[in-house]
């Protein structure tokens, strides 16, 4: 049974930083293009970081780009480190594993994390 766990969320001021972690198991995580989304009260669900499964192409969304750093680790799992966080970073950030291409579509997503709560302050 795949099970993707993401921790590291918390409550935090504008400007600093934070590592989100996503633990997986039940699968060959060297197999997996994995990925970080996040939702917003409100909105809809959007795309964060991408990262094939070898770690050797990476894909930021915009709005992040420059700010957040995805990696990896096929031993242990995936992460997300966030800097200069702003108050529109709030949202519940989710992991999720993909046994094909690195994807920023959602539904080219087969496993899903039951995501973790970063509150930004400002």
């Known amino acids: 049974q795949v099970r993707l766990e993401e921790s590291g969320g918390g409550l935090v001021q504008a400007g600093d930083s934070l590592r989100l972690s996503c633990a997986a198991s039940g699968l060959t995580l060297r197999f997996y293009a994995m990925a970080w989304f996040r939702q917003a009260p409100g909105k809809e669900r959007e795309f964060v970081a991408t990262?094939?499964?070898?770690?050797?192409?990476t894909y930021y969304a915009d709005s992040v780009n420059g700010r957040f750093i995805i990696s990896r680790d096929n031993a242990k799992g995936v992460y997300l480190q966030m800097n200069r966080l702003k108050p529109e970073d709030t949202a519940i950030y989710y992991c999720?594993?993909?046994?094909?291409?690195?994807?920023?579509?959602?539904?080219?997503?087969?496993?899903w994390g039951q995501g973790t709560q970063v509150t930004v302050s400002s």
């Open positions: 999720a594993a993909n046994q094909r291409v690195p994807s920023t579509s959602g539904s080219s997503y087969d496993y």
């Open positions: 990262i094939s499964g070898s770690g050797g192409s």
